[in-house]
Nanobody
Framework: QVQLVESGGGLVQPGGSLRLSCTAS????????MGWYRQAPGKERELVAS???????KYDDSVKGRFTILRDDAKKMVYLQMNSPEPEDTAVYYC???????????????WGQGTQVAVSS
C-alpha cells in the first residue's frame, strides 16, 4: 500500500523557522504533483503550496515569500520550509501526492495523516 508520512511539526516562535518533511513509500512508479495543505481550527482546509514534477510551484498568497516547497524525487520526499512563521500559520499540515503505481497510465491522490504546527511566543 502507498502511504505518506509527515514529520517535522512542532512549536516554533514567530520569526523562527521550521521544516516539514513528507516521505512516500510503497509500490510507486512515479510522482506527478506533490503539495501541502493545512487546516486551522474552525477554518476550511486550504492549499499552502504545491510542486509539479517539472519543478513548477504554486503558493497561497498568505505564505508567498516566506515558505518554500521543495522535492527530492530520488528519496520520494517533499519539504515545506517555513521561514518567519506567524501565529496565523498555526494549523495541522497535510502532505498530498499524485502517484502513479503499477498501472502507470493512471494517477491517484494520497494524503498523509497530518502534523501539527503551532506558532507562538
Amino acid at each position: 500500500q502507498v502511504q505518506l508520512v509527515e514529520s517535522g511539526g512542532g512549536l516554533v516562535q514567530p520569526g523562527g523557522s521550521l521544516r516539514l518533511s513528507c516521505t512516500a513509500s510503497g509500490r510507486i512508479f512515479s510522482i506527478d504533483e506533490m503539495g501541502w495543505y493545512r487546516q486551522a481550527p474552525g477554518k476550511e482546509r486550504e492549499l499552502v503550496a504545491s510542486i509539479k514534477s517539472d519543478g513548477n510551484t504554486k503558493y497561497d498568497d498568505s505564505v508567498k515569500g516566506r515558505f518554500t516547497i521543495l522535492r527530492d524525487d530520488a528519496k520520494k520526499m517533499v519539504y515545506l520550509q517555513m521561514n518567519s512563521p506567524e501565529p496565523e500559520d498555526t494549523a495541522v499540515y497535510y502532505c498530498i501526492a499524485e502517484i502513479r503505481g503499477c498501472f502507470y497510465r493512471f494517477a491517484q491522490i494520497y494524503w498523509g495523516q497530518g502534523t501539527q504546527v503551532a506558532v507562538s511566543s
